[in-house]
C-alpha cells in the first residue's frame, strides 16, 4: 500500500515512505523457529510426520503479521507527515508541516544496537502529540521532517510580507544553527541568507 495521486493533494509528493522495524515480526518468528523444532522432535521420536502439517499453523500467524506490517505506513511529503494503515478500510493520521512545533525521537539502549526508536511530533494542532512508534531509524526520519518543515515554511512565507530587518539577524542565527546540525545543507543556507539579505 502506497500512497496514490488520488491520496495526495494537488502539488505534494512523498519524500520518504517507511515500514515498522522488522523487529515486530520477531516474536512471530521466534514461534515458527520453536514450532519447528519441537515438532520436529516430536515426529522423529514417535514417528507421526503427521505433525509437521501443524506448522502451518505459526506460519499463517508470521505471515498474517507481515501483511500488517506491510500494510502500515509512515510518510513524510513536502507537505504534511501522514500515518496511514490498514487491510480493507484504510485510515490516516496526519499533521500538516506548518503545525508542527517541535519533533523528537526516543531510542532504548536495544533501539541504538538495532537501529529503531519512537518518533514524536508536537503540534499546534487538535491532535496534540503524535508518537510514531519502532521507526528505523528515527533520527534520519527526525531530520527529514526538520528539513521538510523549513523547506515548507519560505514557500509559506512569500504569501506574508517581508520580514521585519530587525529580526534578520536572529533568522540568521537560526538558520546557521540548522546547518551546523544538518537539518539544512550549507547551500540551502546560502539561499536562505541572500534570501533574506535581499530583503532589505
Known sequence: ????????????????CTHRHVLTLAGAIFINIAALVLLSWISYAFGEYRL???????????????????????????????????????????????????????????????????????????KGTIVFHLIPDPQGFKNCVLRQRERYRPSRADERTQPDPLSIPRLLEELASLRDRNIITAEEFQQKKKKLLGGL
Open 52 to 126: 509437521l502439517w501443524l506448522l502451518i499453523v505459526p506460519l499463517v500467524f508470521l505471515l498474517w503479521g507481515i501483511l500488517l506490517r506491510a500494510r502500515k505506513l509512515y510518510i513524510i511529503t513536502n507537505l504534511r507527515v501522514i500515518r496511514q494503515e490498514g487491510l480493507i478500510a484504510i485510515s490516516s493520521l496526519d499533521a500538516s508541516l506548518d503545525k508542527i512545533n517541535n519533533v523528537f525521537y526516543e531510542q532504548s539502549v536495544a533501539g541504538r544496537i538495532l537501529g529503531y526508536g519512537n518518533v514524536g511530533l508536537e503540534t499546534a494542532s487538535e
Open 1 to 16: 500500500m502506497t500512497p496514490t495521486s488520488d491520496y495526495l493533494i494537488p502539488g505534494e509528493t512523498v519524500v520518504l
